[in-house]
Nanobody
Framework: VQLQASGGGLVQAGGSLRLSCAASGRTSSSYVMGWFRQVPGKEREFVAAITLGSGRTYYADSVKGRFTISRDNAENTVSLQMSSLKSEDTAVYYC??????????????????WGQGTQVTVSS
């Protein structure tokens, strides 16, 4: 599975930005796709995830109510709509994918495939 992220950029605080992640290769309804972000000197952190089958979504507390993750299975893309952006949302954002093969799984880790990062900068 190859992932290509796009849509990053510079935006003012309070503004909106939409990230997209295009997947190529073998994905299926048993896959989960997620977004993570990382700032220099800090660990990569989970942002949001969505199951490709049911479309169930998961969010970090820090983005709940502001970010929306969605999928388009026909286009094999996952998007992250980010609204009410804050300066602390500034980071490199990565999309990721994983298969779910067990009922014991978590959307915040265990991803096997990663896209290149896309920079999001929120100016205050």
């Amino acid at each position: 599975v190859q992932l290509q992220a796009s849509g990053g950029g510079l935006v003012q605080a309070g503004g909106s930005l939409r990230l997209s992640c295009a997947a190529s290769g073998r994905t299926s309804s048993s896959y989960v796709m997620g977004w993570f972000r990382q700032v220099p000197g800090k660990e990569r952190e989970f942002v949001a995830a969505i199951t490709l089958g049911s479309g169930r979504t998961y969010y970090a507390d820090s983005v709940k109510g502001r970010f929306t993750i969605s999928r388009d299975n026909a286009e094999n893309t996952v998007s992250l709509q980010m609204s009410s952006l804050k300066s602390e949302d500034t980071a490199v954002y990565y999309c990721a994918a994983r298969a779910v093969s067990s009922i014991l799984w978590t959307p915040t880790s265990g991803y096997d495939y990663w896209g290149q990062g896309t920079q999001v900068t929120v100016s205050s």
